[in-house]
């Protein structure tokens, strides 16, 4: 229990005595003479206990009640009263006072009150952050499971910042679920109907990664695409993620920075200024500010891109959280490929849990995938990975499931774009089209909407 307490009252004996009871039951003690300094220091996250005199000059307990309450309605305050202000008490209590004591009163009295007061208020305040985080894993978006202190931790700062414009660096291993905490925060954002644009700066090669970003004209290449805006100006009143940030080359940086001081651009394809409100999500498998104290990356940049900072846990170190993320990603495999939700054994869930999972959740995910895709004909090896255990399948029906696999992984990873799906695999369109027929493959369950 939270063990703060605001005391008020007039008095200075009262107010000593009483300060120093309740500071000898480890309680944080805050003493004032008067209503109004004690109104300033009170918000809705407040944690602990009011207690203040009914009878006081300038703003009686009365109208602080009233006005305490109005900051909160649901802070536990308590009412000190002389024998001649019961009816003023009993009115204070319909008001939303959490009890009243009357002069004189035992010390025990005292301390069960504040006692209970302060369990209500706890109360009060874990359920407010349980709605929070209820409300934020709703809806169609991505949702961030488990139950691990730090992931709890995670929700409660991407909960409190979402509708801020404040850009944030998201910092974890490769595989711990970067992607998925930037998406997690636009998608439960006011921004959640604007763009959601990813740029990978590792992924794109250096003399590519600033057309990508500022647009290019049509003579900028040779293979005569036409000119683009970039996606700074695509991802305007969205989310831009940059991820792998601390690949951007040097002069990136510095271009990125000048944009992130104007707040405008000019993109190549329109050779006009154009104001841009943009949130930035970076995402790095390094100490960004470890990097800019060497000068291995842009210091100034490095600010403004850390407004908030959120590190994600490796998966070893939550290993209380991993059956739950296991079953998840079953379930979902299962629903999306239409197979049975395969039921892993004691012995299996034991190597899961001994595994230290180096590819983090990621690797969880495709070892939960695969064994959804080869059903009872394989198990759980010591090293985390699937060994097959029984051959009672047709050569056939091997290069069947494989060829559905590699199918869907195309798919996943292009977001149901065929076209790119068809260039990966190397297929003509008719004969993706047609294995995809065959089996029973739907592009829109791989497509990412927001």
């Known amino acids: ?56 000059p300038g703003i009686d307990g009365l109208t602080f009640l009233k006005r305490a309450l109005a900051i909160d309605p649901e802070l536990s305050i308590i009412l000190l009263t002389g024998h001649g202000d019961i009816t003023m008490a009993v009115d204070a209590m319909r008001i939303g006072a959490y009890d009243f004591l009357e002069k004189p ?8 009150v504040v006692k209970r007061a302060g369990d209500k208020r706890e109360l009060i305040l874990e359920n407010r952050e349980l709605r929070r985080e209820l409300e934020a894993q709703s809806g169609p978006g991505p949702r961030i499971l488990g139950s691990n202190p730090q992931i709890k931790q995670l929700r409660r700062i991407l909960s409190h910042i979402k509708d801020t414009a404040a850009n944030v660096i998201i910092q974890g291993e490769n595989g711990t679920g970067k992607e998925l905490v930037a998406r997690f925060l636009h998608d439960h954002s006011a921004r959640q109907n604007k763009p959601f644009i990813t740029i990978n700066c590792n992924a794109i090669p250096q003399t ?41 080359p040097a002069p990136l940086q510095e271009k990125l920075l000048r944009v992130l ?32 104290e060497r000068g291995e990356f842009n210091q100034d940049l490095y600010y403004r891109l850390n407004v908030v900072s959120v590190n994600l846990p490796p998966l070893r170190d939550r290993k209380d959280d991993l059956l739950i993320l296991f079953q998840n990603f079953t379930r979902t495999a299962s629903t999306r490929y239409g197979i049975e939700h395969p ?108």
């Not at 600033?210 to 293979?223: K, P, V």
């Not at 991802?235 to 940059?242: I, K, Y």
């Not at 097959?388 to 195309?410: I, P």
Request: proline content about 2%; overall charge negative; glycine content about 6%.
């Open 261 to 292: 001081e104007n707040r405008n651009v000019e993109p190549s394809a329109i050779n006009q200024m154009m104001d841009l409100d943009i949130r930035f999500v970076s995402a790095t498998k390094k100490d960004l500010k470890v990097m800019s």
């Open 1 to 56: 229990m939270n063990k703060h307490v605001i005391f008020i009252d007039d008095e200075k004996p009262i107010r000593d005595a009483l300060g120093q009871t309740l500071e000898l039951e480890d309680y944080d003690v805050s003493l004032f003479s008067s209503a109004k300094p004690a109104l300033d220091t009170i918000d809705n996250h407040y944690t602990g206990v009011i207690i203040s005199d009914i009878n006081m």
């Open 343 to 450: 039921v892993i054994s004691p012995e299996q869930q034991t190597k899961l849990l001994e595994y230290d999972w180096p590819g983090n959740v990621r690797e969880l995910r495709n070892l939960a995938e695969r064994l959804v895709l080869m059903g009872d004909t394989v198990s759980l090896s010591n090293e985390g990975e699937i060994s097959d255990e029984q051959f009672n399948l047709t050569l056939s029906d091997r290069v069947n499931r494989f060829e559905f696999t590699l199918l869907c992984d195309a798919l996943k990873r292009h977001n149901g774009c065929l076209k790119e799906a068809q260039e990966e695999l190397g297929l003509a369109r008719k004969t993706l089209y047609d294995k995809m027929k065959k089996h029973g493959i739907d592009k829109y369950d791989f497509k990412v909407t927001h």
């Open 105 to 112: 009163f035992s010390t025990e009295t005292l301390l069960d």
């Open 208 to 248: 590519m990664i600033e057309s990508e970003l500022f647009g290019f004209e049509s003579s900028t290449f040779s293979s005569g695409q036409k000119k683009r805006s970039g996606k700074l100006a695509h991802a305007n009143g969205g989310t831009l993620f940059l991820n792998e940030i601390e690949s951007m």
